[in-house]
Each structure stands twice: as structure tokens, then as C-alpha cells.
């Protein structure tokens, strides 16, 4: 926006600089300066090479074009007359006699003051006028076309300006999108890492749970071994104090018979039979099975940790199932 006075600037000062560049080349052809040669050259004014179809005066010179030295001459002028329409006519009769077809007049002001009394002449008025109409179509034209392209002017600024409203509109719509879009995956990334969160603390609250109850588990079942051993070894011992028991009654026994066998044996003259002592079976008590306690353990530690990964995966898989704006995990 800064710079569009700038441009309407540049382009005044090209086309006042154009107009004076114009003029300067309009005197240098009209002026009647010979060519010159060497370092610093000058171009050669029209008029210097003209030889025919001219009108000096009383005195005057052509001046032409010198093959010799590839320079144009100055004409010299004759003694100065006034300007008349006779003169311009016996000059434009002359070229036409010569082949050539005159479209414009350059003059000096001076010429050009009586050039326009011309126009009044009986001869020159019919023309005039057809001029004149012509000229004031031609401005009429040019009012009509000055005003269609105001018009245009106005249309393409009127498009121009609502060009930029409807873009700056879309900008400011896009920006509100993205605007939305990045709040939307803010909460949605909140939303995540509050359930990443709460996953952890409900996998850390399990993991705790079935540790506790992997402590209880081993607890329980050193008990019960604890209990199981202390069992075998009071059975164990009630069975030795059994056995001993009846080897006590047996050896009563065969002492309480040995007599009586004895006195039996005399009567009868039979021989006396030697005591009789059953054998008492001895009672064998079962070691604990430390290896078969610690296999047992590791396999229920085994057991929970499998259990728990599929929790873990079942809930992974809940969690992926999930959907969330903008499509689904």
C-alpha cells in the first residue's frame, strides 16, 4: 500500500521525461544542423539534406549530402519574405509534381500563426469544416472511450477491492480452521496423556494388588508347609512312641509267657521254646520338599504374570478400539 503512490510518481516522471526526450528529437530533424564527424558526432537535421522541392529565396542554398566527406551541409537562407499561402502551394504543387504525398506540416510559431489564416480561404473553408467535424467526432470518440475505460477502471478497483475481501475472508476462515484443528489435537493430546496416566496408575495400582497377593500366596503356602511338616513330624512321632508301645507290650509278654512256657515244657517233657519277639517296623518321617515348594511358587508367580499381560493387552486393545475425533486410533 506504501508504494502505490511511488508508482503513479515514476510513471509522471517517465512521461514528463518522455515528452521533453520527444521534443528534443523533433528539434534536432527540424533544425538545420550539419552532420559532424570525429569524437563528439551531431546527427544531421532534415532540412540539410533536402536539395528539391524547396523554397530558399533571393540568395539561397541548398545545402545536400557530400559524398566526399560522408557529411550533410547547412542550406543558407535567402532573404526573408513573409510567409504566404502562394509560397506553401508553388512548394506542395512542386513535390506532388515530383512523386511526393505531403501528411504533415512542421512549422515555427511564428509560421503556424498565418498557417492557420489559410484555413479561411474560400478554397480551404469546405475542407475545414469537414475537418472540423471529423476532429469533433474524433473528440467525442475519445470522450466515449475515456469514459469506458473510467468505467473499467472503477469495475476492475470495485473487483479488485472485493478480490481482496473474499481473500482476506478465506484467510481469516483458515486461520479460525486451524485455529480449531489445533485446539481439537490439544485436547485430544490431553485427553491421551490423561489416559496414558490413568493406565499407568490402574497398571501400577494391578501390579501392587498382584504382588500383595503373590506375598499372601507364599505366605499361605510356607503355612501350610510350615503346618504340613509340623503334622508329618507329630504323626511321625506319635507312631514311634506306638511302635515302642508295642514292643514294650510284646517284651512283657514274652517275659510273662517264657514261664509259663517253661513249666509247660517240664510237665510235658517237651522242649522248651525260645521267646518269641516280633519285630517292631520302624517308622520312617517324610523330609519337606523345598524344590518342589519353590517349583510351585515360580509357577504361580508365572501363572499371575501371564494373567496380567493379558489384561494388559485385553485393555491395550479396548484403548485402540476407542474412537477419537478426527477418525480412530
Not at 28 to 38: F, L, M, P, Q, R
Amino acid at each position: 500500500m506504501a508504494e502505490a503512490g511511488n508508482v503513479q510518481k515514476r510513471k509522471y516522471q517517465k512521461l514528463k521525461k518522455g515528452v521533453e526526450i520527444r521534443k528534443d528529437l523533433e528539434f534536432a530533424i527540424a533544425d538545420t544542423n550539419a552532420s559532424v564527424a570525429g569524437a563528439t558526432r551531431e546527427l544531421g537535421s532534415l532540412p540539410t539534406w533536402l536539395t528539391t522541392n524547396v523554397s530558399r529565396g533571393a540568395g539561397g542554398a541548398n545545402g545536400g549530402y557530400n559524398p566526399t566527406t560522408g557529411l550533410t551541409v547547412a542550406p543558407t537562407d535567402g532573404t526573408q519574405r513573409p510567409f504566404t499561402k502562394a509560397i506553401l502551394d508553388q512548394v506542395m504543387q512542386t513535390g506532388y509534381q515530383n512523386g511526393a504525398n505531403f501528411r504533415h506540416v512542421s512549422v515555427s510559431p511564428y509560421v503556424k500563426s498565418v498557417f492557420v489564416t489559410f484555413m479561411s480561404d474560400a478554397n480551404v473553408a469546405p475542407f475545414g469544416a469537414i475537418l472540423n467535424a471529423g476532429q469533433e467526432q474524433s473528440r467525442l470518440a475519445g470522450l466515449a472511450q475515456q469514459a469506458a475505460s473510467f468505467e473499467n477502471s472503477a469495475q476492475q478497483q470495485a473487483y479488485g477491492q472485493m478480490l481482496q475481501s473474499g481473500q482476506f475472508a478465506n484467510q481469516a476462515q483458515n486461520q479460525q480452521y486451524t485455529q480449531n484443528a489445533n485446539n481439537m489435537q490439544l485436547a485430544n493430546a490431553a485427553q491421551q496423556q490423561n489416559f496414558n496416566q490413568a493406565l499407568a496408575a490402574a497398571g501400577f495400582s494391578n501390579d501392587t494388588l498382584q504382588q500383595m497377593h503373590q506375598n499372601s500366596q507364599s505366605t499361605t503356602a510356607a503355612n501350610n508347609t510350615l503346618k504340613d511338616q509340623t503334622f508329618n513330624a507329630q504323626q511321625a512321632q506319635l507312631a514311634a512312641q506306638n511302635a515302642a508301645r508295642a514292643q514294650y507290650l510284646n517284651e512283657m509278654y514274652a517275659q510273662r509267657n517264657q514261664p509259663i512256657n517253661e513249666i509247660s515244657s517240664l510237665l510235658s517233657g517237651a522242649q522248651v521254646n525260645s521267646p518269641n519277639f516280633v519285630p517292631t517296623q520302624g517308622q520312617r518321617i517324610e523330609p519337606v520338599d523345598y524344590m518342589g515348594m519353590v517349583q510351585n511358587n515360580y509357577r504361580g508367580r508365572l501363572d499371575a504374570y501371564q494373567s496380567q499381560l493379558g489384561a494388559g493387552s485385553n485393555i491395550l486393545g479396548s484403548v485402540l478400539g476407542m474412537p477419537f475425533w478426527g477418525g480412530q486410533i
